[in-house]
């Protein structure tokens, strides 16, 4: 199932704005209730603060100066307010007109300040209730008969005992929750429209932020199978998406470098082919056009099968390049002094180049030492030294030199005679290239050779390179110890 950017976006974002909204309303909604829970405890204290300073104690009498008409909301019809007074022994010191006949819960008060708790008011309201135990002011009055006439016959009263009163105030409380109510509705309505018109400005500006990928959707859909050297512009790309552009482009380059070296080498490969087959159809015909010595037409087979060998050799060069490139070729490292190598490969090349006064010279330390496997580290400089000897000038210098260094065994190939230029160095590596492009060969220098060595010598875990100079031609080789 293919997952929608588009859907993720949208998704997240609505997603992380419906968390943000959820978030803020409940903290706004929790701080609101606990100030409107905060100012109704703090109405329904002061209330039960004003009755309790309307009791006095004169001896052991116990009084209220409260009247219900000094507060409506006590003896009101509709949706009245209660309180209710006790003396310590249980006994009702007063309640309101509200309560009838009726009586509150009584609840004692904690030292840590006047319980408020939800009750069931009288009329079957919901309602919030306060209790508060407290001891009346005292009055001390001295005995009206005792006016001063005498005040020798006058009797000081003993100070009467402070009694105890509780004091419950109710109150409902369905304004309060009628508040609360409308406000979880008016944050839920408008959490619910800020969250339509986010998922609408999201999608607008989701849409807007993924015109990019669909330009650059477009633009990689114009692009044909036949024609990859169209790119993607990148000037007109934003910024996030110019790296991928960027890779893209890069990615066209390195797809349409791999389709133009397949045609060349199928082109290559079909006019390396062609030649030797021209020539032995050459031959054959030949040898067909009249009637022969068996020892021309002996001859004639003898061309033919070097024909046969050379196109051959280019074909293993072709099959083992593909192995190299492909890692199917398997190594068995080992230390190899390269000198005693050098001097053993030089040998089939020996005759041929002393009959060219062909100077060779093999300059390599006898303690020279690299760790390679031995078959390619062979192939490599069997390759290098027939190649150096094919294209040395007669009476011309062939040198191999080297020396350890960062534990590397630098070695390099020089012949004379070079006619290359500086500038054709970097494609002596490519397959099928030649200095001279009337030059048609088949076998080991058909334009395998170098490209060969090179796979090699990465195979190994080193590195190639070459270079002209003064008419001498050089091939660096740099192996691991």
């Given at each position: 199932?293919?997952?929608?950017?588009?859907r993720?976006l949208?998704?997240?974002?609505?997603?992380?704005?419906?968390?943000?909204?959820?978030v803020f309303?409940t903290?706004l909604?929790?701080?609101?209730?606990?100030?409107?829970n905060?100012?109704f405890n703090?109405?329904?204290?002061?209330t039960?603060?004003a009755?309790?300073a309307?009791?006095?104690?004169?001896?052991?009498k116990?009084?209220?100066e409260?009247?219900?008409?000094?507060?409506?909301e006590f003896?009101?019809?509709?949706?009245?307010?209660y309180?209710?007074?006790?003396?310590?022994?249980?006994?009702v010191l007063?309640?309101?007109a509200?309560?009838?006949?009726q009586?509150?819960?009584r609840?004692?008060?904690?030292?840590a300040?006047p319980p408020?708790?939800?009750i069931?008011l009288?009329?079957g309201?919901?309602?919030?209730?306060?209790?508060?135990?407290?001891?009346?002011?005292?009055e001390?009055e001295q005995?009206e008969?005792?006016d001063?006439?005498?005040?020798?016959?006058?009797?000081?009263?003993?100070?009467?005992?402070?009694?105890?009163?509780?004091?419950?105030?109710a109150?409902?409380?369905?304004?309060l929750?009628?508040q609360?109510?409308?406000?979880?509705?008016l944050l839920?309505?408008?959490?619910a429209?800020t969250?339509?018109?986010?998922?609408?400005?999201?999608?607008i500006?989701?849409?807007q932020?993924l015109?990019?990928l669909r330009?650059l959707?477009?633009g990689?859909a114009?692009?044909?199978?036949?024609?990859?050297?169209?790119?993607?512009?990148?000037?007109?790309?934003?910024?996030?998406?110019?790296p991928?552009?960027e890779?893209?482009?890069?990615?066209?380059?390195?797809?349409?470098?791999?389709f133009r070296?397949?045609?060349?080498?199928t082109?290559?490969?079909?006019h390396?082919?062609?030649?030797?087959?021209?020539?032995?159809?050459?031959t054959?015909d030949?040898?067909?056009?009249?009637?022969?010595?068996?020892r021309?037409?002996?001859?004639?087979l003898?061309?033919?099968?070097?024909?046969?060998?050379?196109?051959?050799?280019?074909?293993?060069n072709?099959?083992?390049l593909a192995?190299?490139?492909?890692g199917?070729?398997a190594?068995?490292?080992?230390?190899?002094?390269l000198?005693?190598?050098?001097d053993?490969?030089?040998?089939?090349?020996?005759?041929?180049?002393r009959a060219?006064?062909?100077?060779f010279?093999?300059?390599?330390?006898?303690?020279?030492?690299?760790?390679?496997?031995?078959?390619?580290?062979?192939?490599?400089t069997?390759?290098?030294?027939?190649?150096?000897a094919?294209?040395?000038n007669?009476?011309?210098?062939?040198?191999?030199?080297?020396?350890v260094a960062?534990?590397?065994?630098?070695v390099?190939f020089?012949n004379?005679?070079?006619?290359?230029?500086p500038?054709?160095?970097?494609?002596?590596?490519?397959r099928?290239?030649?200095?001279?492009?009337?030059?048609s060969a088949?076998?080991?220098?058909?334009?395998?050779?170098?490209?060969?060595?090179?796979?090699?010598v990465h195979?190994?875990?080193g590195a190639?390179?070459a270079?002209?100079?003064?008419?001498?031609?050089?091939v660096?080789?740099?192996?691991?110890c």
């Open positions: 199932m293919t997952r929608s950017l588009k993720r949208l998704g997240w974002t609505t997603g992380g704005m419906v968390l943000l909204l959820a309303a903290v909604y929790v701080a609101i209730e606990r100030a409107l905060a100012s703090e109405s329904l204290a002061i039960a603060k009755i309790a309307s009791v006095k104690q004169e001896d052991a116990v009084e209220v409260f009247l219900d008409q000094e507060m409506p003896h009101r019809a509709d949706r009245p307010a309180y209710e007074l006790w003396l310590a022994d249980g006994s007063k309640r309101s509200s309560l009838g006949g009586d509150l819960a609840t004692a008060a904690t030292p300040g408020f708790r939800a069931a009288p009329d309201r919901p309602g919030r209730a306060v209790a508060v135990v407290f001891q009346p002011r005292l001390d005995d008969e005792n001063g006439k005498d005040a020798k016959r006058r009797t000081p009263r003993p100070p009467a005992a402070a009694q105890e009163v509780t004091l419950v105030v109150r409902g409380t369905a304004d929750d009628s609360l109510a409308s406000l979880r509705w839920a309505a408008a959490g429209g969250v339509l018109l986010v998922l609408l400005v999201a999608a500006v989701v849409r932020g015109r990019p330009s959707a477009a990689i114009s692009i044909r199978e036949d024609d990859l050297s169209a790119r993607l512009p990148a000037q007109r790309t934003v910024a996030e998406v110019v991928v552009v890779r893209l482009n890069e990615l066209l380059g390195r797809l349409q470098e791999a070296r397949e045609r060349t080498l082109a290559d490969v079909a390396e082919l062609r030649t030797p087959l021209a020539g032995m159809r050459s054959i030949v040898a067909l056009s009249r009637s022969r010595a068996p021309e037409y002996e001859q004639a003898r061309d033919c099968q070097e024909i046969v060998r050379q196109t051959q050799g280019m074909v293993d072709l099959l083992c192995r190299l490139e492909d199917q070729v190594l068995r490292l080992e230390g190899i002094r000198a005693e190598l050098v053993l490969l030089w040998l089939p090349h020996a005759q041929q180049a060219r006064r062909i100077v010279e093999n300059r390599l330390p006898a303690d020279a030492r690299c760790t390679a496997d031995r078959n390619l580290l062979t192939m490599v069997s390759n290098l030294l027939a190649n150096a094919e294209y040395t007669e009476g011309g210098r062939i040198e191999v030199s080297g020396a960062a534990n590397a065994l630098e390099a020089r004379s005679g070079c006619t290359l230029s500038e054709d160095a970097p494609h002596v590596f490519d099928f290239w030649r200095g001279d492009a009337a030059r088949t076998g080991v220098h058909c334009g395998l050779g170098l490209s060969l060595i090179k796979r090699a195979a190994l875990g190639v390179a270079e002209v100079a003064d008419g001498r031609f050089t660096r080789v740099t192996l691991p």
